[in-house]
């Protein structure tokens, strides 16, 4: 199999993954993903910009087949999905230096147990002549690990980005052939392991505006020949204004909290909001993450079981709080069968959140004309809370 051309001295030679379905061992991946390497040819020297994940090697070896000699191996993130199949391109080409950061050099004796003296260390701005191709490297530490780098080439103004920029997709396309899966894809990726970092990401994407770039060879999904479509929507994404939408992930076990759901739903649309909600059971956790991305404000719905709240739902509360979003309100709304802990899990699941917190509404049973009310009252709250955000006029 012979590398792909990209551009004069740049291939591809990474793998879609058609059939992976998870990420991380919990987000879905509908349209899988790719693990993308990248072989530079200069004059003198060649490189291989990133490895593949390593239950992905023998399409990278298949690649790599008539490749006689490898000088370098640029090692831009450590994570185990791009730099997994190291330990074997290095058993095959017993020369090749590899390219790191002090961070990621730590990260791959750690990881990949690659012998220490293997590995060249370079410091950000560092260039690599490979005669009449330059790569140089820019660090943009926590696109989710600390030891993150890009590397750009400026004889082709192309720059490498790793996880960052990249996109959820397997195709066989090396070029975007459909920018609204691209789009998704990538929005997919960012929600799950960057959205938490938006405020350093921000820096890196100022950064590389000042580059002249054509292209961008990220490490997942296609290459962006406009770059702009994919900086645009990442500025879209780390922008701390959320959008006039209410996330609501919701449980229920016997109608009475989903009641809760579709009236204080059917309110809020009355009253101008967007509601994005999302059956905890069912819902695909990747478009619920992606939520978490643009909304306002977010409202768990969950029963009690036993006696306490439905553990999907502290899941899924969990998980909100670690990704940090920028929704500037949260509540509470649910029922219960006969009593339980639930409001006190509640609060302490929410503690930790800089945001404003509703007053909840619980109820016992199927919701009273009270109950309803008070789902009224929340319903004006949150619609205030929207407008004073400038959201709603
Ligand atoms: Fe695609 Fe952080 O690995």
């Known amino acids: 199999m012979n590398p792909r051309k990209v551009t004069d001295g740049v291939f591809f030679v990474g793998a879609p993954d058609w059939d992976r379905r998870l990420f991380d061992a919990l987000i879905p991946l509908p349209e899988g993903t790719s693990y993308n390497a990248y072989l530079i040819t200069g004059q003198e020297k060649t490189a291989l910009i990133d490895t593949v994940d390593p239950t992905k090697w023998e399409v990278l070896k298949a690649y790599l087949e008539k490749v006689n000699n490898i000088d370098y191996v640029v090692i831009q993130h450590v994570e185990q999905d791009h730099s997994g199949s190291l330990p074997m391109v290095l058993e095959k080409y017993p020369n090749a230096v590899v390219i790191a950061n002090s961070k990621a050099k730590e990260l791959i004796l750690t990881h990949l147990h690659v012998p220490e003296e293997k590995i060249q260390v370079i410091e950000d701005g560092d260039k690599l002549d490979l005669g009449g191709l330059t790569l140089q490297f820019i660090f943009a530490p926590w696109v989710h690990w600390p030891e993150t780098m890009l590397t750009y080439l400026p004889e082709r103004k192309l720059l490498f980005t790793c996880d960052f920029l990249g996109s959820h997709l ?8 459909d920018e609204r899966l691209v789009y998704l894809g990538a929005k997919r990726y960012y929600a799950e392991i960057m959205s938490p970092f938006r405020n350093l990401i921000k820096g890196h994407l100022e950064k590389i505006k000042k580059l002249d770039i054509d292209m961008i060879a990220p490490s997942h999904g296609p290459i962006y020949q406009n770059p702009d479509f994919i900086i645009e929507a990442y500025e879209e994404w780390i922008s ?11 449980i229920s076990m016997h109608g009475s909290t989903q009641a809760m759901v579709e009236y204080l739903t059917s309110k809020l649309v009355e009253k101008g909001v967007e509601v994005q909600p999302y059956d905890i059971s069912k819902a695909d956790l990747g478009e619920l993450t992606m939520a978490t991305v643009d909304a306002a404000t977010i409202i768990l719905a969950a029963p009690t ?12 509360a969990y998980w909100v709080s670690i990704l940090r979003p920028k929704a500037k309100a949260y509540g509470f709304i649910g029922s219960y069968g006969w009593g339980g802990k639930t409001l006190e899990t509640v609060k302490s699941l929410f503690s930790g959140i800089k945001a404003d917190f509703f007053e909840p509404v ?32």
């Open 170 to 177: 397997a195709t066989s396309s090396l070029f975007i052939e």
């Open 240 to 250: 701390d204004q959320p959008k006039n939408i209410v996330l609501l992930p919701w």
């Open 305 to 316: 079981i036993l006696t306490n709240m439905h553990p999907m739902a502290e899941l899924v």
């Open 362 to 393: 619980l109820v016992k049973g199927l919701p009273t004309q009270t109950d309803y009310e008070a789902l009224d009252k929340l319903a004006d709250a949150i619609v205030e809370k929207h407008r004073v955000l400038g959201l709603l006029p």
